[in-house]
């Protein structure tokens, strides 16, 4: 069976375990042992090439590991994952007998490195997981499957591992939702897994993130397990020991995507009214722009400019401070109220330009 099948028919999470990185033979098979005890957990995880992003630091300890995946693999009956980032590392996974390949955030971003492992699986009959490029770009993520697909491979599924940004004061990688979003818009045939560990960068925002991506009716989970997480070689703030792994997977509340019979009626009446309530957002922001260009006609007469920056840093700064009024978020009354200026200075430039 393939594996994006196997993720779609198991109960929901398919979950991916193991140590960021091999160490050594034995921490490999027994925290593989310990994982492999919990239901959940359908494939095992060992990093065995590192892309580091600054050198010197440990940069995984390459092939001789990867029979000590196989062998953690055979003693618990489940599948081996290990990431690619050429083609030498493709050979050597595929002879050691890894069953599933992923390509990590760090290559995804780099087409001639994502073609140069697509080329290297040509005809090979393997599945392959993509995590999200460290950048917020979905063509990129987009690519990436269409190379492997154009290269004959068709057992793939999505790792959201979370985007890079400068000094975040609560991720290690910022989470960004609305791309595996429409990734799964894009893209309904891939399984999509989520990566808590890389997100957060810290063990103790594990179960928060994990319920998020259940709540958005992710398939499963990658979490990195380590014997003993503060000794790690690699990411040692996120990942954590057996028992707390265990705990998080027994905490979540996995919801239904299906709406029960018995609820269905209220929540249809519900979005009825929401449905009332968009087309009165819409007819008032229609009106509004109407207003704008009468703004813009009277500039114009008058030989004004569109943007007067101080009065719409008035506006905004306003309606900023009376966001509590109405439980919106700052940054959502500000990424509105710009987006509402915008459109005003488009209708405004419309009335500008045209002649007289
Ligand atoms: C990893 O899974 O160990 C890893 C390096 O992940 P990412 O590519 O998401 O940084
Ligand atoms: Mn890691």
Redesign the pocket.
Known sequence: MMLKEKINSTKRPFVVAGP??AESELQVLSICKEVAKNPYVKLL?A?IW??RTRPNSFEGLGKIALPWLVSAGKATNLPTAT?VANKKHVEEALKAGIDVL???????VNPFAVQEIADALYGVDIPVMI??P?NPDLQLWLGAFERLEQAGINDLTA?H??FSVYKHAKYR?VPNWQIPIALKEERPDLPIIC?P??ITGNRNLLLEVSQKAMDLNFDGL?I?THLNPDEAW??SAQQVIAEEFNDILSKLVLRSVEISEDIQGEIEGIRAKISILDDLIFEVLGARMGLSEKVGKLKRENSITILQQEHCKEVIASRIGSRNDYHLTKQFVRQFMDAVHQESIRHQTKIMNKSK
């Open positions: 960021c990185s995880r990093g590192k892309p990431e992923w390509i990590g955030a760090r290559t995804t995590k999200n460290v790792i591992r979370g990688n990566d560990s890389h990658m990195e690699s990411d």
